[in-house]
């Protein structure tokens, strides 16, 4: 599986941004996609996952602010931010797991204040 992200980008706090995944290659029918951020000096985090039958799982941090979405068709998932603060600043990584674990390459959003 490969996975190539886009969408990141500098907005002002209160902005949106909206980040996008696809996948190709031997997609499993059973599978977790998912959104993780590294800020500067801090481990990576999660930030949003979401199942093949569409069961979602947010971070605190951001529940009512992004939400994740999938196309199955497409093999797509997508991560709508609003509300961005300073505090979401971070590479955003694209993750799809099955048997496999694979990582995207990531994605930087910057919120200025």
């Known amino acids: 599986v490969q996975l190539v992200e886009s969408g990141g980008g500098l907005v002002q706090a209160g902005g949106s941004l909206r980040l996008s995944c696809a996948a190709s290659?031997?997609?499993?029918?059973?599978?977790?996609m998912g959104w993780y951020r590294q800020a500067p000096g801090k481990q990576r985090e999660l930030v949003a996952t979401i199942t093949s039958g569409d069961s979602t799982n947010y971070a605190d941090s951001v529940k009512g602010r992004f939400t994740i979405s999938r196309d199955h068709a497409r093999n797509t998932v997508d991560l709508q931010m609003n509300s961005l603060k300073p505090e979401d600043t971070a590479v955003y990584y694209c993750?799809?797991?099955?048997?496999?674990?694979?990582w995207g390459q990531g994605t930087q959003v910057t919120v200025s204040s």
């Open positions: 290659g031997s997609i499993f029918t059973i599978n977790v």
């Open positions: 993750r799809y797991t099955d048997y496999d674990n694979v």
